[in-house]
């Protein structure tokens, strides 16, 4: 029953993973293109900015085609982008598109690279980029990844100037060429030579393009057919391509497949110029290397006499292999998995529980199998290293036992580039090992010595947990390390109103049995709190409890960070917890720094309730109840069918005209809301697709007009219109704080029945009208923004709240 109990808890935590993460076994045709793959040297990475840039059709070609080794190096992780499945902005929508792309290299073969740069939104131009990144550090990480990688050929998805579409773009193709020079000379970036050495790829080229209205591409490019069909895995490149591409849902870029023949083109950018073939003068066969014609003979026997039926028929020469190559040149960790899934062997070490806390001992089930016939000529045993659990596999009988072995260490479960605080533009990671990763290793293994005849192999297999649930079946997850306990605080900012008091809830989580300890805030200038620390016990492990203090800003309150320190048994801890939990990722756990935004202002509110209809996903409801508005999430029945008279306002999320299906059933009843009376503000969509054209009662277009800078000059078009006047008094103090942007995809073909707020512009361009327009219809008022209020309300931004409420208040 106190299992039962636990297990509840844990798992109200950590949500379940419907796809299973687990020790796969390579199939019959997965061990061909394996073998096939070890006849094969060299390797080609691609570059670009941010998760969806990559080619993941060429890609597929590369790694299942070709046979190279195949790399994607993405410079952000995605974090300045929009989310369409959920409301995680900043560095949660990275974690998200980091798993995203890791779950579209399973499929398309590539391994995946990142460098330190954080995504900080749209940027018009490469300058602007690297002021922000500091260009010197993510050169030298791109530097790095080519060193450790050796690419024969680099490839970039975008040119270096305004074709590129966006300064992220255009920066990632100058950083490949500048790295593809610098990754050769030893006199740059001198500290990663103790670990790796100057590498000199052939060429670099550039993969031109014709989307978005930009064809770049030329019948006299070197080209290539990327349409093949691989018969042995039942699929062209276009299908698994397609397949890889869908993974990048927060994106909304399902992809349908394509199949046949499909071209790619390439434009020299440095480098020995090929004339016809983009891998010319380029050996790719084992030849490369001296001393591997025997290897290359027994390799060739191997792939001939191969049995799709029999795969175990291959060992005896798998482990020759194996002895032949060893110092030698070749892809050693495919040869022993090759060997592995050949002799049928699958190991899992899974843990009693979902969570430990640091240095906690944990219990683990270890199983494994060799799934071969009985006349299997040679003897399996394992050895465990670290519980010196021994075992003889007999063919096809699984060997299970329990032990208590696995010490969880000192680290936690935490991203490594979200480990530190960081500024704007870069994440801090100070490892030189850790930088290029996509994510941690685990942090928790079983290390096997694997003796198969008289050949022994070494392999990890990270510790998971599972369980069984009476709907999915087996389920997965990753394992956690936590701290004893986390301190979560229920909202990333608070806005406080003139001297007002809130009171701050606080959740504490055990994840150790018998653990005590005080919570003690840490506040800026100006601020005080009751109480001043608050003493806590919890009794079990898994067990949560609630806890809160009250904040009241003064007269000469200082905005900044409410933080929390726990200290446990004469140590601080300062960690939040953070669960993400969608069906085509693995459970991502993570430990956010325990502390929020605090600031305050003079806020005054006219009326009361808020409908809201979801869009695409943003935080803009729980910014409002905060405040003291009653928010009501509407659905599309309640929209079409209810009575919407009640609300004083009524928001729509972002995008909702963009992924919405019922939009032309609710728009007349959203239009009618108005004419009587209501105030309907609609919050930004991109210009295409659209469920609907006319999103308002009078005409207007959207643009890609956008303002990157968030401290842009913000001019008061309408200076004594309604909406920067009541209740609040609006005046350019109001712009001062914003984050990221001021606003995007604007207004543009306004009809004159429009009143044009605000104008603003980036440096160097002309002014832009569109980012907030207003019209009367009717007895109400229907507003238009493309503000970026989904950023600036989370992140409490004074200014941004007290002009939100403006939009949704009509002085009747």
Known sequence: ?????????????????????????????????????????????????????????????????????????????????????????????????????????????????????????FSKNPEESFKIWNKTKILSDVVWVIRKFQPDVIITRFPEDARAGHGHHSGSAILAREAFAAAADPKQFTEQLAFVKPWQAKRIVWNTFNFGGNNTTSEDQLKIDVGSYNALLGKGYG??????????????????????????????????????????????????????????????????????SNPSASVAK????????????????????????CSGIWIEVAAANPAYALNDSIAVKIQAIARVKEDFPYSINIQEMQSKVKADLSPNRMMAMDRKIFGSGDQLSQPYWLAKKHEQGSYEVDDLSLIGLPENHALVNGIFKIK??????????????????????????????????????????????????????????????????????????????????IDFKLEK??????????????????????????????????????????????????????????????????????????????????????????????????????????????????????????????????????????????????????????????????SRDRVTEEDAAVTLLAANHPVLNYPNKISLKDFEGWVQERGLYFAGDIDPKYTSILEMHDPGESAKNGSLIVADYGKGRFVYTSLSFFRQLPAGVPGAFRLFVNLISNKK
């Open 318 to 341: 798998l482990l020759k292999l194996r002895e032949l190559v060893k110092g030698k040149p070749f892809k050693q960790e495919l040869l022993d998995e090759l060997i592995l899934a």
């Open 452 to 533: 198969i005849a008289d050949q022994t192999i070494e392999k990890k297999y990270p510790v998971i947990y599972k369980f069984t649930d009476p709907v999915k079946g087996e389920v997965y997850q990753p394992l956690v390390i936590a701290p004893p306990v986390t301190a979560t605080i229920g909202e990333k900012a608070f806005l406080f109103n003139g001297n007002e008091s809130k009171t701050i809830h606080v959740e504490l989580q055990g994840f150790r049995a018998q653990v005590a300890g005080t919570l003690i805030p840490q506040l800026p200038s100006g601020w005080s709190i009751s109480p001043e620390k």
């Open 239 to 308: 299908e698994i391509a397609a397949e890889s591409r869908s993974n990048h849902k927060s994106q909304g870029f399902g992809s349908s497949r394509q199949r046949g023949s499909a071209i790619e083109y390439f434009s020299p950018v440095a480098g020995e110029k090929a004339k016809s073939d983009l891998f010319e003068g380029i050996d790719f066969t084992l030849n490369r290397n001296p001393g591997m014609s025997e290897v290359q003979k027994l390799l060739n026997d191997i792939n001939a006499t191969y049995q799709v």
């Open 1 to 121: 029953m106190k299992f039962r109990q636990y297990l509840f808890l844990l798992l109200a935590v950590f949500p379940l993973l419907i796809k299973a993460q687990y020790s796969p076994t390579l199939n019959a045709a997965e061990i061909k293109q394996g073998l096939e793959s070890l006849n094969v040297s060299g390797s080609v990475l691609y570059i670009a900015a941010h998760p969806d840039d990559e080619n993941t059709r060429l890609l597929a070609y590369l790694a299942k085609e070709k046979k190279v080794k195949a790399g994607y190096l993405s410079l952000t992780r995605g974090d300045g982008g929009q989310n369409l499945i959920g409301t995680e902005q900043a560095e949660l929508l990275g974690l998200i598109r980091t798993q995203e792309l890791l779950a579209a290299r399973r499929m398309d073969g590539a391994a995946q690279f990142f460098t330190r740069a954080n995504d900080f939104g």
């Open 541 to 702: 492990k898994g067990e949560q409890q609630s806890l809160s203090f009250k904040l009241s800003p003064s007269a000469k309150s200082i905005g900044g960070d409410f933080a929390l320190n726990v200290m446990v048994d004469g140590k601080s801890y300062h960690q939040g917890l953070r669960v993400l939990s969608y069906d085509h990722i693995p459970v991502q756990t993570l430990f956010p720094f325990s502390e929020a935004r605090i600031d305050h202002t003079d806020l005054k509110i006219a009326g009361k309730r808020i409908g809201f209809i979801a869009g695409a996903g943003d935080l803009v409801p729980e910014s409002l109840k905060q405040i003291g508005f009653e928010v009501q999430l509407l659905s599309e029945q309640q929209v079409i069918h209810g009575d919407l008279s009640a609300f004083d306002a009524i928001v729509t999320g972002v995008r909702l005209y963009n992924i919405n299906e019922q939009l032309n059933a609710m728009q007349p009843k959203l239009m009618k809301y108005v004419e009587n009376g209501g105030v309907l503000l609609v919050q930004y969509n991109v210009n295409s697709p659209l469920k609907r054209n006319d999103i308002g009662p009078y005409p207007f277009g959207l």
